[in-house]
């Protein structure tokens, strides 16, 4: 299919290109040893959104200046002892990368590019260690030219700002969210695609709210919409829940009363009807929804039970969605921090807990560290002069690409890309560029190419390609003042960068043996062990964090489902069932006024929830016949003290069946009135 770049798309890439070529004019002017890095960089740090830019920009320029410092201080003293050289700089990079993938924000460039910039700046200088200084003031040099020219033009022409994407996004999640509660409030099943869209939509969003502080106009805002997002999850696992308790009353006989529609058409239209609408509006609501749990808890048997589980949610939703609305109005007002209400929960961001996979950062740092430290060996052993770029590059691939789900995979398809731009720079070196005089020619004839180039990397989808191609060909063209081309430098050049890649290859698919599916399992496995320990946490449960780790784990789970082989039977209800869990032990968790056999029978409960998921966890069949059994008879001792089913242990309980046995037969208790009481909700 032909590739036709939209407008912003040829934007983007004219924008960037002419700050390359202004990048460069300057490193010239300047007589910088390697203009060229300075060209690359823009690449490198060249995003579409200017808080992005400038974001990605800073914490390149501060990664750059520790890395330099690291260079300056080791390779002059180690350089007469060039294994233990080796090990310091690869046990660097891979240090430097273990920090970088436990931190979810821009920060995390800081450390990588400290990583990696010490290898760049540190292996070449081995032949020469008395001019290291030298060298690391010029990388310095040229990367901040690199990335003030970058950011100069990013802000200054045609700015495409991350606070008008966000509006956007915002609107159209909000749609989504509205569409589906409106399924939920009359029965029917949100489509399983549109679940793993809203929660691939909110992690993507987060993504883009930790830039707004980089806008200048937009500074502070970032606590904001870090609260938006997660009441954004919150909000799912409740829709979810509401779906489930009215698809169950829509088969029971006057399951759901006249009044109980009216008061749900009454909430989807008060939710769709936009941000005018604010408490003023959701007061009345939730007014009788506490009219309406009076009355529930009057009618006797499943439907009462049923009706109290669904109320109790539907007040979740309006309160959640009410505190979106006051955020949305703060912010859109310009006003800063939080508005006073919402000042705590487990939306707020203050001390977030947010998920940090320790086990993916190690393995990674390992295969950084081994990839380098085995080039750096190849170096020594042949004593080969373009060695020390095959060290660089497996340093720098194996940084820039931890991340992935399947960098082994992602490091492969850089290294293609890397030889296919090696191919155009044989091309402008042997062919075009000898024939070019003047810095306008060369404009013209790198034009194509670049803007080319340039469009590849404005879409999320061919980003990567167009990275890969534009940076490695700015990087190897080594565009200098006095042009000069030696074909065995660019065929040993080519050969250290193939050689480089080709072990970070290697070594990351031994080491990090890790892809989408066993990224999924393992995060899944995360979330069925936090459930199983609050369960027996008990009173010691720390409530917040152990919501927020599982709704952020929502966000990074769903996401990734689409991507699973079609064997794998994990769906986004799966894990919106599992956060339904963890809330509704938080239920249970916090109540401390049932009557004590009661509590007993709760003890139990959770001790069953503990160990369905531990044997989930060792892969084992997870009995769900010993869970309903301790529900049931929790609920038998509900019914025998009398205690108000209003109180959160049934809320618990009834979400805790629902959640996990949704199938099961429903519980019965005969008593003198022959009253059936039914957990089916």
């Not at 393992?522 to 009173?539: C, P, V």
């Amino acid at each position: 299919m032909l590739f036709v770049p939209r407008l912003d798309e040829l934007v983007f890439s004219v924008k960037t290109f002419a700050s390359a070529m202004l990048a460069l004019y300057i490193s010239l002017a300047m007589d910088l040893s390697r203009p060229a890095w300075a060209m690359g960089t823009v690449f490198i740090v060249a995003q579409p959104l200017s808080g992005a830019l400038a974001s990605k920009a800073l914490f390149r320029g501060l990664g750059t200046l520790a890395g330099g410092i690291f260079a300056i201080l080791t390779v002059p003293n180690l350089v007469n002892a060039p294994e233990l050289l080796s090990l310091v700089l690869s046990l660097w990079v891979g240090g430097c990368l273990y920090f970088s993938l436990l931190d979810r924000t821009p920060r995390s460039y800081v450390f990588m590019l400290a990583g990696y910039t010490a290898a760049i700046i540190g292996f070449p200088s081995v032949a020469d260690p008395h001019l290291v200084f030298d060298t690391a003031v010029a990388r310095v040099e040229e990367i901040t030219v690199g990335i003030i020219s970058a950011t100069v033009v990013g802000r200054i022409v045609l700015p495409r700002h991350v606070g008008t994407v966000l509006l956007q996004r915002l609107t159209d999640w909000f749609a989504g969210a509205d569409a589906w509660a409106r399924d939920a409030f009359s029965g029917g099943i949100n489509a399983e695609a549109d679940q793993g869209r809203l929660a691939a939509d909110v992690a993507e969003m987060r993504g883009l709210a930790i830039h707004l502080d980089f806008e200048p106009h937009l500074v502070g805002t970032t606590r904001q919409m870090h609260a938006l997002h997660g009441r954004m999850l919150m909000l799912m696992p409740v829709l979810s829940a509401i779906g489930d308790r009215v698809a169950v009353l829509a088969r029971e006989e006057d399951g759901i009363s006249s009044e109980l529609r009216s008061l749900m058409n009454d909430i989807a239209e008060w939710a769709e009807a936009g941000p005018s609408r604010g408490s003023d509006h959701a007061d009345p609501l939730l007014r009788r929804i506490g009219a309406e749990l009076a009355a529930a808890r009057a009618v006797a048997g499943r439907v009462g039970v049923l009706r109290l589980s669904l109320l109790s949610r539907l007040r979740d939703y309006v309160e959640i969605r009410l505190e979106l609305r006051l955020l949305w109005l703060h912010m859109s007002q310009g006003k800063g921090g939080l508005p006073r209400s919402l000042q705590t929960g487990v939306g707020n961001p203050r001390g977030y807990t947010a998920h940090a996979d320790r086990s993916i950062a190690v393995l990674s740092a390992i295969g950084a560290s081994t990839a380098t430290a085995l080039a750096c060996l190849f170096w020594i052993i042949t004593g080969w002069p373009e060695g020390a770029i095959a060290a660089q590059m497996a340093a720098v691939a194996c940084s820039i690409l931890a991340a992935q789900d399947d960098p082994a995979r992602a490091i492969a398809g850089f290294l293609r890309n890397t030889l296919w731009a090696s191919f155009v720079v044989g091309i402008y070196l042997f062919l075009l560029l000898p024939h070019v005089t003047g810095f306008l020619p060369l404009v013209i004839v790198l034009a194509p190419y670049f803007l080319w180039v340039g469009t590849l990397m404005a879409r999320p989808a061919t980003f990567g390609l167009g990275m890969a191609l534009s940076v490695n060909t700015a990087v190897l063209l080594g565009i200098q003042a006095q042009f000069s081309v030696d074909f065995a430098s660019y065929l040993n050049s080519t050969l250290a960068t193939v050689l480089g890649m080709s072990l970070a290859v290697g070594v990351t698919r031994i080491i990090r043996f890790t892809g989408v599916e066993w990224r999924v399992r393992h995060l899944l496995r995360k979330n069925w062990r936090e459930i199983a320990q609050a369960a027996e946490q008990g009173d010691r449960l720390d409530t917040r964090p152990f919501a927020q780790l599982m709704l952020d784990r929502l966000g990074l789970i769903v996401p990734r489902l689409s991507a699973l082989s079609a064997d794998h039977t994990t769906t986004a209800r799966d894990v919106i069932a599992d956060v339904r869990v963890g809330l509704n032990i938080i239920d249970l968790q916090g109540d401390r006024h049932s009557a004590p056999p009661v509590r007993q029978r709760v003890a139990a409960v959770l001790q069953a929830v503990s160990a369905f998921y531990r044997a989930q966890i060792a892969g084992q069949e997870a009995s769900r016949t010993d869970l309903v059994k301790a529900v049931d008879v929790a609920l038998d001792a509900v019914a025998d003290t009398g205690t108000d089913r209003s109180a959160g242990v049934v809320q618990g309980l009834v979400g805790i069946r629902r959640a996990l046995a949704p199938d099961a037969a429903p519980y019965r208790r005969s008593t003198r009135e022959d009253v059936e009481i039914s957990a089916h909700g």
